[in-house]
């Protein structure tokens, strides 16, 4: 279902673990993670919530149908590593661009942030970013756009005394890819994530709409209050302040005339707060609340129509 107001579906009663029941566990220790090799485990390594044989027993709530993967011939990719003095050590990145085109070409870009415990190899479900924009959508090729991804930590790609991976995204990354030609003025950037990192491509998108020029954002883990944060990951933010600064929801307007679009499943732990955002959203972004948790299943059915609705506001 896509919609723009965003109410839940009810959970069923007859679930042993229903979304409901894991909310009377406190939101905040009520966030788990089972990513699917995009998210890693969230909390559950924290120890605050069941492990996945019980979100496992939500009876077919977590179960979505796996989308068939068609690409083009896959276009070239390039992995490689260099210093951030943003965050003050060495981080790895890949870039892959679409096929039938080459380094130097102007293309439009994706920054694709991974999410918690994930790096710049994992940062997809299912699928490498070479992948992703060979990826065919209801049967034709997406349109020719490039990818980078990169490690950005477990952090919440939020500033941290002596890391700051927005800054190394908005200063080092992003200015490198420009100099290969992609995301270059007049082409467009857009930013997109699972998870942690669909909160960052939105804080992204929130902090610096005058260089995003679209988001998706896939599950996002997203909380309404710096308790639940500290609650669930302790390192998610450096302290209340922070969370203020950077507090998806309470900046939600900053993405006004921006094209957004955001997906979470109705048994996803972090479904309260997507619904907090939603709605302090500016009209017009594009909601779909629908079955699903926070799994890979769930990632990887939304990555087709998110690059999809990317492609349809990057590429002219």
Same mark, same amino acid.
């Given at each position: 279902?896509?919609s723009?107001?965003?109410?839940?579906?009810?959970?069923? =009663?007859?679930?042993?673990?229903?979304?409901?029941r894991?909310l009377?566990?406190?939101?905040?220790? $009520?966030?788990a993670?089972?990513a699917?090799? $995009?998210? !890693?485990?969230?909390?559950?390594?924290?120890?605050?919530?069941?492990?996945?044989e019980?979100?496992?027993?939500?009876?077919?709530?977590?179960?979505?149908?796996?989308?068939?993967?068609?690409?083009?011939?896959? &276009?070239?990719?390039v992995?490689?590593?260099f210093?951030?003095?943003?965050?003050?050590?060495?981080? &790895?990145?890949?870039?892959? *661009?679409?096929? &039938?085109?080459?380094? +130097?070409?102007?293309?439009?870009?994706?920054?694709?942030?991974? !999410?918690?415990?994930?790096?710049?190899?994992?940062?997809?479900?299912?699928?490498t970013?070479?992948?992703?924009?060979?990826?065919?959508? =209801?049967?034709?090729?997406?349109?020719?756009?490039?990818?980078?991804?990169?490690d950005?930590?477990?952090?919440?790609?939020?500033?941290?005394?002596?890391?700051?991976?927005?800054?190394?995204v908005?200063?080092?990354?992003?200015?490198?890819?420009?100099?290969?030609? *992609?995301?270059?003025p007049?082409?467009?950037? +857009?930013t997109?994530?699972?998870?942690?990192?669909?909160y960052?491509?939105l804080? *992204?998108?929130?902090?610096?709409?005058?260089?995003?020029?679209?988001?998706?954002?896939?599950?996002?883990?997203?909380?309404?209050?710096?308790?639940?944060?500290?609650?669930?990951?302790? !390192?998610?933010?450096?302290s209340?302040?922070?969370?203020?600064?950077?507090d998806?929801?309470?900046?939600?307007?900053?993405?006004? &005339?921006?094209?957004?679009r955001i997906?979470?499943?109705?048994?996803?732990?972090?479904?309260?707060?997507?619904?907090?955002?939603?709605?302090a959203?500016?009209?017009?972004?594009?909601?779909?609340?629908?079955?699903g948790?926070?799994? !890979?299943?769930f990632?990887?059915?939304?990555?087709?129509?998110?690059?999809?609705? *990317? $492609?349809?506001h990057?590429v002219?």
């Open positions: 279902m896509t723009q107001s965003a109410t839940p579906a009810a959970g069923g =009663e007859e679930r042993r673990w229903t979304r409901r894991f009377k566990l406190g939101v905040g220790s $009520a966030i993670v089972v699917g090799g $995009a998210a !890693g485990f969230e909390l559950i390594s924290h120890g605050v919530l069941p492990g996945k019980e979100l496992d027993q939500l009876d077919g709530a977590c179960s979505v149908p796996s989308p068939p993967l068609p690409f083009s011939p896959l &276009g070239p990719s992995s490689g590593r210093h951030s003095r943003a965050r003050g050590r060495e981080v &790895g990145y890949t870039i892959a *661009l679409p096929p &039938g085109h080459q380094m +130097g070409d102007a293309l439009a870009l994706i920054v694709m942030l991974h !999410g918690y415990g994930g790096n710049h190899a994992s940062a997809l479900a299912g699928m970013p070479a992948q992703a924009v060979a990826l065919h959508v =209801e049967g034709r090729p997406l349109a020719p756009m490039a990818m980078v991804t990169v950005g930590g477990g952090g919440y790609w939020n500033p941290h005394p002596g890391d700051n991976p927005m800054a190394m908005i200063d080092e990354l992003i200015p490198m890819c420009q100099r290969m030609g *992609l995301g270059r007049p082409q467009r950037i +857009g997109m994530g699972i998870s942690m990192g669909g960052g491509a804080l *992204l998108a929130e902090k610096y709409p005058e260089l995003i020029s679209a988001v998706a954002a896939i599950s996002p883990a997203i909380w309404t209050t710096y308790a639940q944060a500290q609650a669930a990951n302790r !390192g998610a933010y450096a209340a302040t922070d969370f203020s600064d950077d998806a929801v309470t900046h939600a307007a900053a993405l006004a &005339g921006l094209p957004v997906a979470s499943g109705n048994d996803d732990p972090f479904h309260p707060g997507v619904v907090a955002l939603c709605a959203l500016p009209a017009g972004a594009l909601v779909e609340f629908s079955k948790c926070h799994t !890979g299943p990632f990887v059915a939304q990555e087709f129509p998110s690059l999809a609705f *990317l $492609a349809r990057l002219p």
